[in-house]
């Protein structure tokens, strides 16, 4: 009996010594940009840990407009002031594509979990092995489609075209839930006099909140974070029309920049992940059984 | 029928108009006209030139269609010429461009830029001083107007721990470093440093190290092939000299390697006294140095066999060129535009403006400049007299093996080979490949 209490407490300490570790390795990054992004050290602070002198002016560099410069010697540089801007063509290229490709996906799942009709195989195969493609391969027509067609190039509006308009392939996670709901409530409303449209709007969708917030969620996160496609249709050129993540990797890249701006660029980095990290904690129950909601036919 | 052999005709006829136009661009010198919209790329930093520059000439121009008209849009010159390169009929693409000088043979190569011809060319050599030509150079064709050679390496120390006569010599510095019981920073394993052992006139010559684009007639793929004589008995030499110095300093940590923010940590907790780096570390260094006083100067010298020889380095430009695949109109309004923003003058405005440094001869020499340069502008220009020109000497292929040389120095390991001989031998038998 002892021995069996001895062994479970060294099970325990040798998992939670483990879990502990494991937990270091996961945040200290994040508790290391944390720290830069409050660092006055300037591009030293990349060799720190913790700061020699701590500071504001990162974020109040960030968000000020530079009518009132917060160094009035400070050279011009073309980032300054603009962090903001990129904030929000980022927020609402996010915004416009999370409603576009959520409609688009819950759309064509439900489509292709409740209608049968002929090819419906056929394009699920062939969507399969479209999926397999990496998106990027299309990166140069891509280019040339929004230039030469939508003459879209140099704006972030494009990005909203590029973003939403293949999502609708990502189906099968909520075709999966959907066809868990069992038809006979289809056919239930039918026989009230439904249309497919209402029944969609409005039983299917009521029922499948955590899918709904699951397809949110990723709709809304790959645009945030983007930073391939945004950087080549967008172009170094039109800094107003910037997203933040070539702000960001501007920041600390480019060779006019690359000294000045690494603090600054860390409380960006801190910026950007607060809407995504308020997202996950208020959505985080439905998320899960998002994830999962698909995976299970009752 | 007879439509289509009209249409062909015609559009010979405008083909021939366009090229026979092109042919003009060369040859006109002052081409002003305000129905002619210029778009310029350049750094943020060179709006307030440009503008203090254009509005000084157009208020002086009384004829109102001769006076310029530009938009400005703001591009870091190290991403203009490599953005130009993906699309040069981007939107609102430039015809006036100002890009790092290792920008050039690409957009060359590629026929997207203007080679300058007859009086135009004569100016930009005659006016300039040979490294920032050289950086507008490409197969001895002239491809812009040089703005500034800012570009570069020399030697930052603590003046305040070390006297003039501690960093004459690289022996002297590190010895002197070592009894203090402090550092001094060169990142060495990094073919953009390690040139400076090999690049000397006093060694190889700032010319030892070239390469060159051309088309192989075999497949017709263009290939690079390097000129190279890293391998002659003074360098071996040399290199082995110089590893035999360098290591045991690098092992008990006097020697360090790191970029920029080691430096500035360093110079912050005073652990460093001395490092190679640029000009872009000035800001940084003055915060860092805490009553303690920054000084700056050419890179040391060496000796070996009794030779004193002087370190090298690389520098690099910044270069106005013209987008060809503009209007001819506009490359040639661009063309006149780059004239008027790279003379004396206005390199001297540029240098108050914004502490870039001239690269025109007179303009070196002007009491405006001389007087009023920064600590690093002033090292810089010292150094550049030693210097080899990035832009012609290195290009994709050269840094691998130049950290790899790097690397050798500072740990001594030669691979599989056991002389310095044999080891530069391979080194620069793979630069001479044409590939």
Known sequence: MRSLKARRILGNTLIYLLLIVMSIIWIAPILWLVLQSFSGDGIASRVRFVPNTWTFNNYIYLFSNFTNKVDPNASVSALDGKFFTWFMNTFIVAIVTCIISTMFVLMTAYALSRFRFKGRGIFMKLNLILGMFPGFLSMIIMYWVMKEIFHLDGSYWALVIIYSAGTGMGFFISKGFFDTISKSIDEAAMIDGATKSQIFWNIILPLSKPIVIYTILTSFMSPWGDYVTSSYIVGLQNIDQWTVAIGLYQMVTSNDYVTTYYTQFAAGAICVAIPTTLLFIFLQKYYVSGVTGGAVKG | ?435
């Open chain 2, 1 to 435: 029928m007879k439509a289509n052999k009209l249409l062909v005709l015609a559009l010979t006829a405008v083909a021939a108009a366009g090229l026979s136009a092109c042919g003009n661009t060369t040859t006109e010198k002052v081409y002003s006209d305000v129905n002619t919209k210029i778009n310029i790329w350049a750094t943020a930093k060179e709006e307030a030139v440009i503008k203090n520059i254009v509005d000084t000439y157009n208020a002086k121009q009384k004829d109102e269609t001769k006076k310029f008209n530009y938009k400005f849009t703001a591009v870091a010159e190290s991403d203009a010429g490599t953005t130009l390169q993906k699309d040069p009929n981007v939107k609102d693409a430039p015809a006036l461009l100002l890009c790092a000088d290792d920008h050039i043979s690409g957009l060359a190569n590629k026929g997207i830029i203007l080679e300058l011809k007859g009086e135009f060319k004569k100016t930009v050599v005659d006016n300039n001083t040979p490294v920032s030509v050289l950086g507008a150079t490409y197969n001895n064709g002239i491809y812009g107007y040089p703005v500034t050679s800012d570009n570069g390496y020399f030697l930052w120390y603590n003046a305040s721990t070390l006297q003039e006569n501690d960093v004459t010599t690289l022996e002297g510095l590190l010895a002197k470093a070592k009894s203090l019981g402090k550092k001094v920073l060169m990142d060495i394993p990094n073919g953009w440093y390690v040139n400076s052992f090999f690049t000397s006139p006093d060694l190889c010559g700032t010319d030892s190290l070239r390469f060159a684009t051309e088309k192989d007639p075999a497949d017709g793929v263009v290939k690079t092939s390097y000129t190279c004589n890293w391998d002659n008995a003074n360098a071996v030499a040399a290199v082995e000299y110089l590893s035999g110095l360098l290591k045991p300093y690098y092992t008990d940590g006097t020697l360090m390697v790191g970029s920029n923010e080691a430096i500035a940590a360093g110079f912050q907790d005073k652990s460093l006294i001395a490092a190679v780096s640029g000009t872009w570390m000035e800001g940084d260094l003055e915060k860092a140095m805490d009553g303690d006083t920054l000084a700056a100067t050419k890179l040391p010298t060496y000796t070996v066999n009794n030779k004193t020889i002087q370190m090298s380095s690389f520098t690099g430009s910044k270069i106005y060129t013209i987008n060809k695949t503009r209007p001819v109109a506009e490359q040639k309004a661009a063309a006149a535009l780059a004239d008027l923003l790279t003379t004396k003058e206005s390199q001297l405005k540029r240098f108050e403006t914004r502490q870039s440094i001239p690269c025109n001869k007179e303009a070196v020499n002007d009491e405006r400049y001389t007087k009023n340069v920064s600590k690093g502008a002033k090292a810089l220009e010292q150094q550049n007299a030693f210097a080899a020109v990035q832009a012609q000497s290195a290009e994709g292929r050269y840094w691998d093996i130049g950290k790899a040389i790097g690397q050798a120095i500072i740990d001594g390991e030669l691979g599989t080979y056991t002389t310095w001989k044999d080891f530069m031998e391979y080194q620069v038998g793979l630069l001479r490949q044409k590939q």
